[in-house]
């Protein structure tokens, strides 16, 4: 209950915010002050809301430009008074006294005499276009933010009255019209409107859902038309790097369980095997390479559908560009894929992240996911990767079959006839060049859709032929190329990654490991998980994949067609079991 009226009363103070932003319009500024500086008093707990109005009201953005000792003080003034949200006046505490005397009032040695010194609270905040003018070095003709703008706010507390703000204002700017549609161009999404966004993020909704919120209404651009185009709404500065910058922050304070990547990573998968799961942090590589590490986890939901059917094809792919270490340095994504015996669709069932290209941590990866869950494939789907193939063979020996993808092998392919199907002269034309090509990659066509061993082992001599006919088109490597039988393709992991990279990182790829960690485990499992319970639940169909379709197909075509009995195909009935004669080949039967 508590955390539906928490929800609600966010969700009122987001809709609050999108109406002000909403109707807070470029316009010339009304000046309401007589002179500048004007020095305003107001009660301390109320000066931030002052100082954010005033911003939204005028446009314009201040940064905090404090000094460094100054910073100092204020925090001992906010640990002495409080925060400004909740201030008070402290007690007087001997024990921080500058002259300390016994009970007899005399003065300890080694303290100081004199004047008692004083701890206040000074800030500084300049325009956002204060600075020195200059020109773009990119674009000579662009000028830059700063335009000497002298507006500035500075803040003071005192501590013989740590309640109330002293506020001298300078709102006289210089160098440009605060409130003017030329001027907004300059200005960035104001405070009011970061604090939506940030508001709107911490309620889990993503770029989609909040361009829709924010959208201009057709009544809204009719008037911006009208007012050519001088009364811009300032929810019109929110853009897709101000909710990206809202994003990447959100991440970071969610995920990083700690500064130090390492100790970070320490505390995910306590937390993961807290709630069921099992993790494996591998970072005792440094003699293999410096810095080299990897992470995987599991959770309790992956753990079921990946010990639903171990003889089902499991798909292991990688995709880079999704996160770096504590150092910058990208890492690397590893995903076991399988197809889910209840949805029908393809779901990651395990996850490595590591900051290394070599097989050593696929293989520290593979040999956990082997001995804690005791799971031993009879197929695994991968790329065309040298590396992976090596990790595989290392973990589960020569009996696994690995099935290449066809994809990738087609892509490898054409790479390779371009490479090595090479004519002897550059005066040949280019339509002869193409014409060899295609000859050969028509043979690799025919040795990959073969169906049987002696369709393979034909397409396979007309590709010696074709070689020994064409050897001074230097074409004799082509057949040094091809050492696996068995080809495939890879869709679910290569779908599994585009879905991740597109749906739930967007743009965010720099993040730090920890980041994709939470974005993998608090995200992409939770959806994976709302989706198998609504199967369960009959609330969405199972996806069927083409040959089930097509036995499906043939079923009802069978029922359709004629008065058929499937009584009569029944061919033993017992307790617990049923044996039915194959609709389509008479030898077989099902249980």
Not at 3 to 17: D, G, T, Y
Not at 367 to 393: C, G, H, Y
Request: with cysteine; proline share 2%; hydrophobic share 35%.
């Amino acid at each position: 209950m508590s955390n539906n009226i928490h929800n609600n009363h966010e969700s009122s103070l987001v809709n609050a915010a999108i109406h002000i932003l909403s109707t807070t319009r470029t316009n010339s500024v009304e000046t309401i002050y007589a002179e500048s500086p004007v020095t305003i008093v107001i009660d301390r707990v109320e000066w931030e809301k002052w100082f954010l109005d005033e911003q939204t009201r005028t446009f314009c953005t201040f940064y905090n430009r404090t000094g460094g000792n100054a910073r100092v003080k204020n925090t001992i003034f906010i640990e002495k008074f409080g925060s400004h949200a909740q201030p008070h006046t402290a007690l007087p505490n001997p024990a921080h006294t500058s002259e300390q005397q016994d009970n007899n009032g005399l003065l300890h040695a080694g303290t100081k005499r004199g004047r008692k010194s004083t701890v206040n609270f000074n800030e500084v905040w300049y325009c956002h276009r204060a600075g020195v003018p200059r020109q773009s070095i990119r674009n000579p003709g662009q000028t830059l933010l700063p335009c000497n703008c002298a507006a500035k706010v500075v803040f003071r507390c005192e501590e013989n009255n740590p309640l109330k703000m002293y506020i001298e204002y300078h709102w006289q700017h210089t160098g440009h019209t605060v409130g003017s549609s030329n001027d907004i161009q300059y200005t960035p999404a104001g405070r009011k409107a970061r604090h939506l966004i940030e508001s709107m993020v911490n309620q889990q909704m993503t770029w989609s859902s909040i361009n829709h919120a924010i959208r201009v209404d057709r009544v809204e651009l009719m008037r911006i038309r009208n007012s050519n185009y001088t009364k811009i709404p300032a929810i019109k500065k929110i853009s897709y790097q101000t909710v990206y910058y809202a994003m990447r922050k959100e991440i970071k304070r969610r995920s990083q369980l700690d500064h130090v990547l390492s100790a970070s990573l320490e505390k995910w998968g306590t937390k993961i095997e807290s709630e069921g799961g099992h993790y494996h942090y591998n970072n005792n590589m440094d003699h293999i390479q410096e810095g080299m590490f990897a992470f995987g986890f599991i959770t309790e939901f992956q753990k079921e559908v990946i010990l639903e059917d171990q003889t089902t094809v499991v798909c292991m792919d990688s995709t880079h560009g999704t996160c770096v270490d504590g150092d910058g340095h990208r890492c690397f994504l590893y995903t076991l894929v399988v197809r889910s015996l209840v949805t029908g669709k393809g779901c990651p069932v395990a996850w490595m992240l590591t900051n290394s290209e070599t097989h050593y941590p696929i293989v520290s990866w593979l040999e956990w996911v082997r001995d804690t869950l005791e799971f031993s494939p009879s197929q695994v789907m991968i790329d065309n990767s040298d590396t992976e193939i090596k990790a595989l063979r290392d973990v589960f020996g020569d009996e696994l079959v690995i099935l290449i993808c066809h994809w990738h092998i087609i892509r490898a392919w054409k790479k390779n006839i371009i490479k090595k199907v090479s004519p002897i002269s550059r005066a040949i034309r280019t339509d002869i060049v193409r014409a060899k090509r295609a000859a050969a990659l028509d043979i690799l066509f025919r040795m990959m859709s073969a169906k049987i061993e002696n369709d393979f082992d034909n397409a396979y001599h007309d590709l010696n032929q074709y070689c020994v006919r064409n050897s001074s088109w230097d074409c004799s490597s082509l057949l040094l190329y091809f050492d696996t039988d068995l080809l495939n393709t890879n869709a679910y992991t290569e779908s599994w990654h585009r879905t991740l990279k597109e749906t739930y990182l967007a743009n965010i790829h720099s993040q730090r490991v920890d980041g994709l960690v939470y974005i993998l485990y608090e995200l992409v499992v939770v959806d994976f998980m709302n989706y198998h319970c609504d199967i369960h639940s009959n609330l969405r169909r199972r996806v069927l994949n083409r040959a089930e379709k097509n036995r499906q197909r043939l079923a009802l075509d069978l029922s359709d067609a004629i008065d058929f009995d499937a009584e009569m195909m029944i061919v033993e009935q017992h307790v617990g079991s049923i044996t039915v004669a194959s609709f389509t080949q008479g030898d077989i039967n099902y249980i």
